[in-house]
């Protein structure tokens, strides 16, 4: 389970450009995220007894995949049981968007300071693994939302297109134009043999 939390911890790194990532950065990162959402719980460290109730952590997954959280289903957290059930779902709703999760309900429960760091940095790398796959998407030329990457290349084959079709019509016309030029050429021709003939034939008369 440790080295699964130091790979864990390792990909985060990874993510931030090598930046070496603190527990106070994964807890600030938490902080504005749910903050972000116009919610104003906030915790203090990874040792903070309200993260008991789960509902920090439910605001978080909230803030990072809207709609994901049904909150018919979540308690106030004041008792035991209460709590037992948020905890249970914040671990399955956090399963269900991906993330890698090692700790069980009694470690949100108990506040188990080393799991509960590791659920919080286990959301925010899937939040940031997310948002660059997004953005890859978004760069691909199969995706028709007008993104820069398809508004940049997508109108060369219209243009081109045009401009074959111009082109085309064009030489079109040029190899017209060239025939009935030499139509003429060949008429006018035609017509001096003809006044040659008729020249001679009279000076023989």
């Known amino acids: 389970m440790r080295f699964n939390m130091l ?22 990162w938490a902080n504005r995220k749910v903050k972000s959402t116009g919610r104003s719980t906030q915790i203090e460290s990874f040792k903070d007894k309200s993260l008991s109730t789960g509902l920090f952590f ?19 957290g004041e008792s035991d049981e209460e709590k ?37 940095a ?7 693994q997310h948002a660059a796959e997004e953005g890859e ?6 995706n028709g939302n007008g993104s820069t990457y398809t508004s940049d290349t997508s109108p060369a084959p219209s243009i081109s297109g045009e401009d ?8 079109i016309s040029s ?6 030029a030499s139509d003429i050429t060949v008429s006018s021709s035609q017509c001096e043999n003809e006044d040659t003939e008729i020249a001679t034939a009279e000076s023989h008369a």
């Open 164 to 171: 074959e079709r111009s082109s085309l019509c064009g030489e």
């Open 137 to 142: 998407v978004a760069l691909s030329p199969a």
């Open 58 to 76: 439910l605001e978080l997954l909230s803030a990072v995949e809207p709609r994901v959280v049904n909150w018919n289903l979540v308690t106030k």
């Open 84 to 120: 037992r059930l948020n905890a249970t779902y914040i671990i399955s709703v956090a399963r269900k968007l991906g993330c890698s999760i090692f700790l069980l309900p009694e470690d949100i429960m108990e506040v188990n300071q080393k799991m509960i760091l590791t659920l919080t």
């Open 7 to 28: 790979q864990l911890l390792k990909s985060l790194r990874s993510r931030s450009r090598g930046k070496e990532i603190t527990d106070a950065d994964i807890m600030n």
């Open 122 to 128: 286990s959301i925010m790398y899937w939040c940031l």
């Open 175 to 180: 190899l017209t134009m060239d025939d009935a």
